[in-house]
């Protein structure tokens, strides 16, 4: 079974997630992608949704699904997004894609996550894969002289040659080396650097659900 096989059946299962007649929020990759491809055949299920990224929006609205503003649909139903590293504590890392700020507001504003990953996103301790901080652009230097001071290796994020650039405007960097043990507390100390707008750690408000896609089929973690 190839990656994206698994992918698309996580995607599949989180469909019976999905309550009737509710607005629901959306997350960003590419896992979230077969997700909206099969949220294209319950459309006149959901009354709407709200989405975590330019990417996403415009994916929903080819799928025929009416995307809101956050500020005009109040609490969402259920939060469906991939995550790049989860834990059997439902703490995810975030933010591969470039989307964590979008991400991390639209699940504080959802009833329930649901994580959707291949097994391979399982993992013992967070920090394997790089923790994407965005950053205000005039703060990149200070915050990457904060998060070494933190122990960890920031690293600007390009792409082509020339700085990504996220859908709020600012900057990435992807810090190496941080063994997360206590992912509450480190997302907690480097939200409170002057400059960054948040990071990808989502430890204080984690998944409820993982739905997590192996060749035996798809292990469900939490409520
Ligand atoms: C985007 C994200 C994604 O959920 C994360 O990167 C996983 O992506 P994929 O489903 O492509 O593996 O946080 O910002």
Redo the contacts with the bound molecule.
Sequence with gaps: MDQNAL?QAAAQAAIAYVPDNTIIGV???????FFIAELAKIATRIKAAVS??EASTKLLKEAGIEVLELNDAGTLSIYV????EITHHMHM????????TR?KIVAAASEKFVC???QS?LVDVLGKFPL?VEVIPMARSYVARELVKLGGHPEWRMKDGKAVVTDNGNWILDVRGMAITNPVSVEVAINQIAGVVTN?LFARRGADVALLASPDGVRKLGA
């Design positions: 992918k997350g960003t990759g590419s896992t979230v992608n975590s990224s997004d991939g995550a790049d890392i975030k933010g591969g894609g470039a989307a964590l991400e959707i990953a291949d996103k994407p990808g």
